[in-house]
């Protein structure tokens, strides 16, 4: 059974940074496709940064530069470095997991590979 918690959500000043962890059980980090997500009050959730099993990574434009996704797969760990956030970055961020075998531009543009959910973690940014 596969599952993901996350952890190290917070407030924080604009220009600060976070870093967001997810701890996995019950995948093989060599054969999943990770990602984070995000959903902020009355929007639709949006993809932010993925790693596929050949550690490749994809981020979406807003974060591209600001955010790195990594994963230490002896530990089953993934996480999400932030920095330079800004109040437009608060929401509820999620963890990811799919076990098909597609590329990190993939599963960032078809968020339907990710079949497993964490519960979500609170950033708040203010200014």
């Known amino acids: 059974q596969v599952q993901l918690v996350e952890s190290g959500g917070g407030s924080v000043q604009s220009g600060g940074s976070l870093r967001l962890s997810c701890a996995a059980s019950?995948?093989?980090?060599?054969?999943?496709?990770f990602g984070w997500f995000r959903q902020a009050l009355g929007k639709e959730r949006e993809a932010l940064a993925t790693?596929?099993?050949?550690?490749?990574?994809s981020y979406t434009d807003s974060v591209k530069g600001r955010f790195t996704i990594s994963q230490d797969n002896v530990n089953n760990m993934l996480y999400l470095q932030m920095n330079g956030l800004k109040p437009e970055d608060t929401a509820i961020y999620y963890c990811?997991?799919?076990?098909?075998?597609?590329?990190?531009?993939?599963?960032?543009?078809?968020?339907?590979?990710?079949?497993?959910w964490g519960q979500g973690t609170q950033v708040t940014v203010f200014a």
């Open positions: 790693i596929d099993s050949d550690a490749m990574t």
């Open positions: 990811a997991a799919g076990a098909d075998a597609v590329g990190a531009w993939y599963g960032l543009t078809q968020p339907s590979v990710f079949h497993y």
């Open positions: 019950g995948v093989s980090p060599g054969s999943y496709i």
